[in-house]
């Protein structure tokens, strides 16, 4: 089992700039990638971000590639998404899932290949 816990959301200003962490705990050994996703009020899940615990290759949904920046930190078996430039349309729950490879949900645009989740945390944009 892996449990993961996400922090950092909040109520930033459009414009602004956050850097949400998730960090893993328990078997660690059972996933190879972990990857961002959110879901607006009302929205279907939407894929953000992937990238390897081991290499830290990533992979970007295109909505999100000129924004937003993951960051490993495989000795704190934490991950980091850092989103800039914030839109009120960036409003969300933001989760985390641990997945055994990121070409794996790539490959099925961001629907299959997680096995766990956290509950996520509110990013709310708003002036």
């Known amino acids: 089992q892996v449990q993961l816990v996400e922090s950092g959301g909040g109520l930033v200003q459009p414009g602004g700039s956050l850097r949400l962490s998730c960090v893993a705990s328990g078997s660690t050994s059972d996933y190879n990638a972990i990857a961002w996703f959110r879901q607006a009020p009302g929205k279907e899940r939407e894929g953000i971000s992937c990238?390897?615990?081991?290499?830290?290759?990533?992979w970007y949904a295109d909505s999100m590639k000129l924004r937003s920046s993951i960051t490993p930190d495989r000795a704190k078996n934490t991950v980091y998404l850092r989103i800039n430039s914030l839109k009120p349309e960036d409003t969300a729950v933001y989760h985390c899932?641990?997945?055994?490879?990121?070409?794996?949900?790539?490959?099925?645009?961001?629907?299959?290949?997680?096995?766990?989740w956290g509950e996520g945390t509110l990013v709310t944009v708003s002036s």
């Open positions: 990238t390897t615990i081991e290499d830290h290759a990533t």
């Open positions: 899932a641990a997945a055994t490879s990121c070409i794996v949900v790539v490959t099925s645009r961001w629907e299959h290949g997680m096995d766990y």
